[in-house]
């Protein structure tokens, strides 16, 4: 019996009684020695005999007790992959460990990104795994660009310096190929002097795939470095014992050169798949390394860590701004093209939100931090593309079936090469070479790289282009998007209605009217609301605020002031009310008819008034809802306006589908019927009410300037506010589907091609490492044809 203590963190504990619950609950579980429940820190430890008991049991008890225990995801750096079998292996292997939720091990990157339950594992229990695997791994605790830089740099040295010694002790071998073919033997000829110069090359430069070998058949797997060894090991050999022999026959320069020609290959890739991650080097390097604040009456300087909230920092002319927050003093015009994408520059007076990392044009100003650290924007899409570049598409699934089992294949087709030409055809020699070259030219690799590095670039891309992508699943689903949704106020629309008409009768003139609708809706958040707000304090000065106001979801409000019955809304909410409108519907049809939202007002049960909203098109909605049109999709507008309203502005942008009268609970009802008749369905919205819509969507798209809640529910967030973001999207997963797709039909073709050629004698075995060299460096320099896009 073995007794264990673990912590596990504990989810929605508000009070109390609550811990008391949970540790009365693991105290009576049989296995379990002592239960202590700490409210204050959300957290469970716990003694238990493991003999008895495992962690996911206390997992699934406290669960039971009705609370959560958290998903802990972590990054963790890998050393020693080398192909697609590699990534496949350390993938499987964490997967199918009980307590992993989801694991994605992207060899583009050498990381692995594991969702695993608190308690159940630990950082120290993932490294193990991937140890076991064969593999070295460390925990990323915050990302450390200079720890990256330093790793890369280093295998890129230590690749170069192979490459450089093994081609030196190479080419007098691969010059002695000439001379015995010419009949002239010199020293170079000599079988012995080969022998010394490949010795070397074999053992010593190539260790890295011995030891990559060793490790991948430890782990249970097999991968390229194991088809490396044995193709160059056999070649070694076989001359060796035609040396021992007497045979005038080697084969040292076709192991060297293929060793010399990876090692080259390698390099290339190396640096190929450093410049896939420049994007998320951008971003950080965004992020100025001080602040200048306002303290005790003096500027000072301090560490950009050192900032809290609540400090006042001053910007300078010239200058970036170090975190987020609000302008307190003074009035400036900020660039932020770097995390919007838009290029002119935005003017900001008091009380305005400025953005960590944009750049001061202008005029001095201080403001009020509210966000720092990775609670600013500028970390929350550098985590957004982080977690984007460290995911998954669907399209890999079949390049991940087929390196799970690629080696062992390849193997088997080199020994029945081999057997053939020698059993069959008595052709020992032919039979070597003709499996050799089986062995070398196969190259998983490619396979492992053609959706994750395409993947890397092009969210990337998103991101510089103020397109913020949450992983490689959505840029795949865009590309298959047939179908768009736009919701109106505040997406086709600026979202900023004016007040253009107001009706007053029963016996109230036109000032009152607007007094009391304005102090109605000045608890509402809705922008028709706060527009009827703002010409009301411009027009009458101060507006007192109503008593007991109820909003009523897409039909209006309801509230008391100056001890009336006030009622704002539309014919629904005065129909449920018993109120007719009679002869009032023809100037509500033509004020609809032009566009504008009337909003009826009813006073003591008698209506009263008639206030008339208008909201304008964005200057880019025409223009970016052609070219959605012009690229094939079916664009539908959705509101909660009449159909007369919605049918005036979608016939501004050419929209001929039109959603209407559809409260905002049901709009995500709506996205599942066109879903339901086969469509692949985006969805754009901007407001808390879009969010169901947005999530049920097979792809949401939330506008930046809209509330965080739609963002969250959202697939891409587009940091600008106007339409044109989407055609960008859409035009950039395209792009990157196409490049994944030209990926793997030249690693698939490369593979069905190469390795028959080879096994039929077509290929030198020289020839074919060099084919399988490039092979992967192909791959990459073609995903990085994305930075091109625009």
Known sequence: MANTKIDIQVDGMTCASCSARVEKALNKRDGVKSGVVNLLAQKAVVEYDDDKLSPSDLVALIEKTGYDVPLVKKTFLIEGMTCAACSTRIDKALNKVEGIEK?????AT???SVEFKSGILSDEDIVQIIDKAGYKAEVEIDRDLDREKELREKEIKSLKTSFIWSAVLTVPLFLAMFFHMAGIDNLLTNGWFQFVLATPVQFVIGYRFYNGAYKALRGGGANMDVLIVMGTTAAYLFSIYNLLIGVHEYYFEASATIITLILLGKTFEAVAKGKTSEAIKKLMGLQPKTALIFKNGQEIEIDIDDLKIGDIVIVKPGEKVPVDGTIVEGTSSLDESMITGESIPIDKEVGDEVIGATINKFGAFKF????????TVLSQIIKLVEDAQGSKAPVQRLADKI???FVPIVIAIALLTFLIFYLGLKDFNTGLINAVAVLVIACPCALGLAT???????????AENGILIKSGEHLERTHEMDTIIF???????KGEPEVTDILSFNG????????????VEKASEHPLGQSIVKYGSEKLGRIEAADNFTAVPGKGLKADFEGRKILIGNRKLMSEAGLDIGDKESTLAELETLGKTAMLIAIDGKLSGIIAVADTIKETSLEAIKELQKMGLTVYMITGDNERTAKAIADQVGITNILADVLPENKAEKVEAL???????????????DAPALAAADVGFAIGTGTDVAMEAADITLMRGDLSGVVTAIRLSHRTMKTIRQNLFWAFFYNTIGIPFSALGFLNPMVAGAAMAFSSVSVVTNSLRLKNFK
């Not at 009020?368 to 609670?375: F, M, R, S, Y």
């Not at 919701?487 to 629309?493: A, E, N, R």
């Open 368 to 375: 009020k931090a509210t966000n720092i650290g990775k609670d």
């Open 508 to 519: 109230f003139d036109r000032d009152e009217i607007l007094r009391i609708a304005a102090s």
């Open 675 to 689: 879903k339901s008749e086969g469509k692949h369905v985006g969805m754009v919205g901007d407001g808390i009410n």
């Open 103 to 107: 694991a994605n091990v992207n060899l």
């Open 110 to 112: 050498n990381k692995a």
């Open 452 to 462: 994750p590095t395409a993947i890397m670039v092009g969210t990337g891309k998103g």
């Open 403 to 405: 390196s799970g089992v």
């Open 487 to 493: 919701d109106k106020t505040g997406t086709i629309t």
